[in-house]
């Protein structure tokens, strides 16, 4: 009998583990802790997330788009550095999202021991960890913003559908955000986060339609392609500066909000599991 019921123990404590999240507004409190934080490095951490984006445009735009010339999507075709620009303003949502989520957060979560303080006051683990999901998707949406801007400075789209642009990036940022919480649960140093950079991160990168059209991949690797949240991203931003709406957005806008979803919840399933250990 007694071991029934610490059988029975076990499997509730498991199951408690993938119990839905209970979230309320001390999420709040954490969020604006991180972002005082931040405002003391501002400058150099927005420099460090549009440096690189904004070097990849100039390099492969300026440079290559010479060569290439036009790329044809569909019926029309569009300078290159047009093309790159849409696609590259959703690699720049994802690798900052992705930064701040894994390194910044595996700090705070590891090496500083910052959520166990937080936790000494009345805000539970599950809002502490959604306040890192939706801090990252700020700041992913803080530097596409700066690169959208010197986008416009630079005459590569004028688009007014760009506002609309604004709030998918911050989806965008959600859903990888969401995702790298994954691997930040996962990690037990800040080496780990190289698998997922190489292994899924670059791979997406070069299926998603940003560097050239999905349409020059073999049939398998686009069927594959297409369900990926990044081509989602893509699909539904680069129309916008085309001056065009995007064609089945509610299909894009599904994967992410899915892929969002169910990566907040495994996230947070795999950091309660963490720290119960």
């Known amino acids: 009998m007694n071991e ?8 509730a404590e498991r199951w408690a583990l993938y119990a839905p999240p209970r979230l309320s507004m001390r999420w709040w409190p954490v969020f604006l802790r991180n972002l005082l934080v931040w405002r003391k490095l501002a400058v150099p951490s927005l420099v460090g997330n549009i440096a690189e984006p904004l070097i990849w445009l100039v390099a492969f735009g300026y440079g290559l788009g010479a060569l290439v010339g036009e790329v044809r999507l569909g019926e029309a075709r569009v300078p290159y550095i047009l093309f790159l620009a849409s696609g590259s303003i959703c690699m720049s949502a994802m690798n900052a999202a992705s930064f701040e989520a894994l390194y910044s957060a595996f700090s705070r979560m590891h090496v500083q021991k910052t959520w166990d303080g937080i936790m000494n006051a009345p805000v539970s683990l599950d809002d502490v960890v959604l306040a890192e999901m939706l801090w990252a998707a700020f700041k992913a949406l803080f530097s596409v913003t700066a690169i959208l801007g010197v986008m416009l400075a630079l ?22 955000s969401c995702i790298a919480l994954i691997f930040n649960a996962l990690a037990k140093g800040y080496d780990f986060f190289t698998y997922y950079f190489t292994l899924f991160l670059t791979p997406m990168m070069f299926l998603s339609g940003i560097f050239f059209p999905r349409d020059q991949l073999p049939g398998v690797v686009r069927a594959v392609a297409d369900w990926l949240p990044l081509s989602a991203a893509v699909e539904l931003v680069r129309p916008l500066f085309l001056d065009q709406w995007p064609a089945q957005p509610w299909r894009h806008a599904a994967v992410l909000l899915v892929c969002s979803v169910a990566a907040f919840w495994v996230a947070l399933a795999l950091t309660r599991r963490r720290f119960q250990g």
Request: proline share 7%; glycine share 10%.
């Open 4 to 11: 029934d019921t610490a059988s029975a123990a076990v499997r």
């Open 155 to 176: 005459g590569i789209s004028h688009s007014p559908k760009l506002l609309v642009a604004w709030p998918v990036l911050l989806g965008v940022g959600v859903t990888f």
